[in-house]
């Protein structure tokens, strides 16, 4: 809570420096001064009664110049900072994995109840907003209905709402905070950083609470890429291949490998490990492209089986690839460079060079 309270006071204000208005008076006075001297004798009388009389005069108007000013008296005013609960309204809510009841229920029992608002309204401006594809507002009646009629959301664009909530805060609200209660999905994946970095640089604190159970579905995934872009025949080459597990520590699957009527399986086990790598040799004698299935074998109680396998093509060329070089005249980077070529066993490489009007030379690398 903020208390802003401001005295009654009287302030100065001069126009101008006061050096400048002492100065000045100064001046005024010793001509008041001067004048008093040279009419005494004539007219004593007139004299003595205009000289106070000049005196309070240049007195009235330094005050003047000086600017007194009273401030009005202002009461107390208290201040209230701004508090945002966002609360998630997306189907997800509904799930019943926070001691036997769904999310959404758990937020209305033990987060956003009335006993645990009241205390927050005496210190803050409460504002409840409901979010899942956009912020809407939420009333009390409204908030404390079914989970199953509040919670109706398809999709839940959390970092956007958040966003959204934080940018509606004017900047000159100081002490605002915004309190959002979520399972933490977003439907888009969209990262969370960029809403974080914008509360930041506007100073809006962002406190969270986090509903939901700890649960592991079980899921293996396969990931398999070639390990050259072709092959020559008769040439060795390798498949990388990576093998994802979730809730599978301690248990074994077999990976299959299948390229035309070829087929082969390896035992894997997972060890407590979340990746499992391996790299398959292949060789094939004849020029062509080659399919190679690589899958998993579903484990028990898994739920998602559609990542298990992937598809790998190789080609195979008929011969390497021819490589010509061209130059005027011999140059240090141009011979770095066939240099290079030259350890590359798929590459045929022919080098011209013109050492001189009447002089070439010719280098030839592995010609079929």
């Not at 758990?106 to 401006?125: C, G, I, K, M, W």
């Not at 805060?169 to 399972?183: A, K």
């Not at 190679?292 to 028990?300: H, L, T």
Request: hydrophobic share 40%.
């Amino acid at each position: 809570m903020i208390c802003q309270l401001v005295a009654t006071d009287w302030v100065w204000q001069p126009m101008v420096s006061l050096l400048h208005i002492y100065a000045g008076a100064g001046v005024l006075i010793v001509l008041a001064l001067f004048a008093y001297a040279r009419t005494i004798w004539e007219r004593p009388f007139v004299s003595s009664l205009l000289l106070p009389m000049r005196i309070a005069f240049i007195a009235a108007l330094a005050i003047l110049l000086m600017g007194p000013s009273m401030l009005p008296p202002q009461s107390e005013k208290t201040i209230r900072p701004k508090l945002r609960i966002l609360l998630d309204t997306s189907e997800s809510m509904l799930t019943e994995d926070c001691e036997g009841v769904s999310r959404f229920q758990f937020a209305q029992e033990h987060v956003v109840s009335t006993s645990n608002l009241r205390p927050l309204y005496r210190d803050f401006d409460v504002e409840i907003s409901g979010f899942d594809e956009k912020i809407r507002p939420l009333g009390m009646s409204r908030m404390n209905q079914d989970a199953d009629e509040v919670a109706v959301g398809r999709n839940t664009y959390l970092s956007e709402c958040v966003s959204s909530a934080v940018t509606s805060i004017p900047q000159e609200d100081s002490g605002s905070l915004v309190l959002l209660v979520s399972d933490g999905r977003d439907s888009r994946d969209a990262p969370i950083q960029s809403a974080a970095m914008l509360a930041k640089s506007r100073n809006v604190p962002i406190y969270t609470v986090a509903l939901g159970g700890q649960s592991v579905q079980s899921d293996v995934a396969v990931l398999a890429v070639p390990m050259q872009d072709y092959l020559l025949p008769g040439e060795p080459g390798a498949i990388m291949v990576k093998i994802y597990q979730a809730g599978l520590s301690g248990r074994t699957s077999k990976l299959r490998i299948q390229n035309g009527n070829k087929e082969q399986e390896i035992p894997i086990a997972f060890n407590q490990q979340r990746k499992v790598e391996l790299q398959l040799p292949i060789k094939q004698d004849e020029p062509g492209r080659y399919e190679y299935k690589i899958s998993v074998a579903q484990v028990d109680d898994e739920v998602e089986v559609n990542n298990n396998e992937q598809t790998v093509f190789y080609d195979v060329q008929k011969r390497r690839v021819r490589v010509l070089i061209l130059e005027g005249q011999p140059f240090w980077d141009s011979k770095f460079l066939a240099q290079s070529l030259r350890k590359d066993e798929r590459i045929e490489l022919t080098q011209i060079t013109q050492l001189a009007t009447k002089k070439r030379e010719t280098i030839v690398t592995r010609v079929n």
